[in-house]
């Protein structure tokens, strides 16, 4: 059948389609292009084709190696680091690169980094895999003009960067064919065009780019469905040379990131103005817990800073088991608060005067940030209605649309949407799979798709130290395009760092950009197509994504099918057009463009194998999988995907006696990323994970950009007691230095020195028990190991500029979750959360990585 021709080999999604009756606005309307009807059909992943159980028994050890023992909670490391296992040399020689390219089919080219990608390595034999640095992956096989043009992979990537001639050579390669998008990335230099004309295919509606050919001056050809388009005469013209006669040369074609001022055809209604509304819980607990305090002043500072202008309209709206709302209107001696009892039938009680003009009642807002967190102080209100205090923001928003703010501390209790506890903490480590990973009720969504409507889109903080149902309140800000931020166990008080991470996550959500209603379109190169997207949206039509706001701070992914062979072409291309409104008020379109090349072998397959987009796509389908079958067959999804790519490589390589596990250079850490992956909270079992704590794992991966997600599954480990000048990188008059990446293994870390390990939200310090003096007193500003904080570090010493210097590259660009820095004493109270992360070492019912990769061995030899 059709949709059979849609399965990847073995370990890959199905595509199932359901109907959904949506009401779409004028076809043309929609970013300027010709659209499918009102009776739609939206693809989502239903699961992967079952496998093999990956369980809980390890396998016997080969002959000759020594298995260390895992460190008990209370060891330490020794002096010069854990005993390495035994790994065993094998001594049959490797075949030479040329008499691999030739068993797998001969390489098309000759570049040198598709040579290196396919060059064969033992994994039980060859520990040190981890390149220096984590870096950017290897270019595609392009020619250098196209290549220099290219666009960034911190933009966008392809799981493959050759893309295969047919489905048939996909399926052989048993690797997943998908686009990791980073579209709204913050960006230092972005071509801005403003033209009447906005040139694009008559057909299929592509942006021109730079991978367009040229006819002659009058005609190009377009790059993915090859129709022939006239070039208008305005297009002629080059702004930037101020001559005429070179379309070839305008921005537009020599770009592959731009960005278009939209005209009015690509309005559906005036720009909205900047609109936001907070909407905040004043429950008892709520009060307890201070984050109010930190909000008001996080507000108070940057309000100037909030993107917009002269519109810039904002409201506050609060809740416990009553809603109350705040006239802030111009003229009033004081803010007024106004209170609805009736959660059961929300109204607006003023609406002229709820959501206000920033600029005019600039001092209200601020009398009410001064006033807020000590007018509750006395509550005794435990109840939530957060479902009615959600309807309440979606009446006041709807006239403009705009970002939704809430902050959550409990389990809603009250009105429309109220939750019961579904987490039994008997149940967390039970082998049977894990409950409750979806919602409960579907309120959430459907406020969700109504606020999406309206372009409205919800961010919400949870700030809560009992179980909150995260998996019924997520969906509020999943379908509505928001974010999600999950601070367990808050208290101003009594967890300092989550109180710091607070005030820096507030900082950076406050003030980065931000696009209002928006869509965003991914088009392809004719004979490909997209069935599965990844990340938090409303899906509008088969190839439309509704984002009521988009910000810099959000990935997506998109799994696809090859449908018809790409013979007749040498390259392909993806384009990611993204419409959306400005906080200025400025419709504007950025497009991005990404060119590969087309190849017919398999060994080009496999040297251009991107692993970390692989990794991190695979991550979002078994996400899928977990809510839709059970979290035991993702994982068994996941192992199988490694041992079909490496049996693949093996089977395909079948005139090469190789010994031992072998993989192709470019996916020598696939087993590594995998198991990471199966150790991340997300995916693992067997362990006390909390449920709330699981569901937000997932919902980073569903949501974040390859770069965030990768430093989540297989965090950075550096030496950092004795950085030095040797590599360093000099950038604006410092210097950065540039220490080796570790493995992520008790055995790299000593007593005498001191590591840095880089989480993406968190990084911790760890510092061993015989560290040198000089770098405690003089970088840590403490007199002596005893006294270093065991919660937090603040690096102000002047001798601590060079490790400052090396902290904070890591940490940029600001992302908003932004990274605080913690130290952990090597004592047993304070180890286990870094400990947790040394994923090459035995967890509690995880294999280590060497057992890991004996266990795919097992499987592959079945």
Known sequence: TSVNKLLYAVSYSLCVYTQVETVLPPPQSLEGGIYPGTHVFLPFTAGWLTSPPFGYNYPAMQPGYQQSPTPRAGSSPSH???????YQPYSQPFPSLSQLSTALGGLSGVSEQEVEGLRPVNLLQERNLLPLKRGTPAEPNLSSNLRKMNCSPDTFRCTLSS???????????????????????????????????????????????????FLDQHRWKCNLCYRVNDVPDEFMYNPVTRSYGEPHKRPEV?????????????????????????????????????????????????????????????????????????NLQEGLSQPQMLVVSDIDDVFIPTPDSLLVNLKESHEMVKDLLNALPAMFTHTRETHSALGPALQAAYKLMSATGGRVSVFQTQLPSLGAGLLQSREDPNLRSSTKGVQHLGPATDFYKKLALDCSGQQIGVDLFLLSSQYSDLASLACVSKYSAGSIFYYPGFH?????????????????????????????????????????????????????????????????AVQMSIDESLADTSLACFQAALLYTSSKGKRRIRVHTLCLPVVSQLSD??????????????????????????????????????????????ANGSNLQLSGLTAPAALRLFPLYVLALLKQKALRTGTSTRLDDRVFAMCEFKSQPLKQIMRLIHPDLYRVDNLTEQGALHLNERMIPQPPLLQLSAEKLSRDGAFLMDCGSVMYLWVGKCCDEMFVRDVLGCPDYASIPPDMVALETTASERTRAFVSWLDSPPSFCHSVLLSVRDEPSAKSSFFQHLIEDRSESAFSYYEFLLHIQQQMSK
Do not use: W
Not at 80 to 86: D, F
Not at 280 to 298: F, I
């Open 605 to 650: 397959v496999f040297a251009g194998a991107d692993v970390e987009a692989i990794t991190c796509l695979l991550a979002n389908m078994a996400i899928d999988r977990s809510i839709s079958s059970s979290l035991l067959d993702a994982r068994d999804a996941l192992v199988n995907a490694v041992v079909d790519s490496l049996e693949a490589y093996r």
């Open 492 to 556: 101003h008080v009594h967890s300092p760092a989550q109180n710091l991470k607070l005030q820096q996550d507030l900082h950076r959500y406050l003030t980065r950009k931000i696009g209002f209603e928006a869509v965003m379109r991914i088009r392809c190169t004719k004979g490909l197509s997209i069935h599965t997207f990844h990340g938090n949206f409303f899906v509008r039509s088969t190839d439309l994504l509704s984002l009521a706001n988009v910000n810099p701070d959000s990935g997506f």
């Open 80 to 86: 010069g680091g854990y005993n390495a296992p035994g």
């Open 254 to 326: 020599q770009n592959s990131t731009v960005e278009f001022i939209a005209s009015s055809d690509y309005m559906l209604r005036p720009p909205q103005p900047a609109a936001y509304l907070f909407v905040l819980d004043v429950s008892h607990n709520a009060v307890e817990s201070g984050y109010l305090n930190v909000l008001c002043q996080s507000l108070l500072e940057n309000l100037e800073k909030l993107p917009g202008d002269s519109r810039t309209r904002i409201g506050f709206l609060t809740f416990d088991s009553t809603i109350h709302f705040y």
């Open 163 to 213: 893309i295969p001639q047919t489905q048939a050579l996909l399926n052989k390669a048993r690797l997943p064919l998908g686009l990791l998008l980073h579209p709204f990335r913050d960006l230092t230099q972005l071509p801005v065009i403003t033209s009447n004309t906005i040139v694009r295919c008559r057909s299929c509606r592509t942006y021109i780019n730079p991978f367009v050919s």
